[in-house]
């Protein structure tokens, strides 16, 4: 019936609340968690946006990861790029093989070694520097710029080893 149209109530979590439900909510109040929720929600939001940003350019996160690596630390073995990218060295074979047959990249063997060090092609270095100034002016757009105190303590948090 046309009259008769049913309002949309709003969306509540109809569970019951327990009391240790209760406790456990009591948790999310501590300032430290707080601000790791506030942290988590900016990182995301800005990680989307600048996602977006460079698969408009045909460049997924992996694959500018692994371009910037290569142009501003110059040639590095699968494993070294695996741990920046905190990936499996199976995942990282797919993303090198892939961006190899793209020719974004070649594997090198260095004299006396067994193992290649991938570098950038012509092609990868070309394709980097296109899409690397406009990914910076998306950065500069969304995020903050930290004071020197707050980037010191973001990155002690980074490095320690507490928990």
């Not at 049913?6 to 430290?32: D, F, G, I, V």
């Not at 989307?48 to 910037?68: H, N, P, W, Y």
């Amino acid at each position: 019936m046309m009259g008769a149209m049913a309002t949309k109530q709003p969306k509540t979590n109809s569970a019951p609340q327990s009391q240790r439900h209760k406790e456990l909510r009591t948790l999310l109040e501590y300032p430290e968690v707080r601000s790791w929720r506030t942290l988590m929600g900016a990182f995301k939001a800005i990680f989307t946006r600048l996602e977006k940003g460079l698969m408009a350019e045909d460049c997924s996160v992996s694959r500018f990861q692994i371009l910037f690596y290569l142009y501003f630390e110059g040639d590095l073995p699968a494993i070294a790029i695996a741990r920046k990218l905190v990936v499996t060295r199976g995942n990282i074979t797919m993303f090198l093989r892939r961006m190899e047959s793209d020719g974004l990249i070649k594997p090198i063997i260095p004299p006396g070694q067994k193992r290649p060090v991938f570098t950038l092609t012509k092609k990868g270095t070309t394709f980097f520097e296109k899409v690397f100034p406009p990914h910076i002016e998306r950065v500069r757009k969304l995020a903050p710029a930290l004071n020197q105190d707050t980037l010191r303590l973001l990155r002690s948090v980074g490095q320690s080893q507490d928990i």
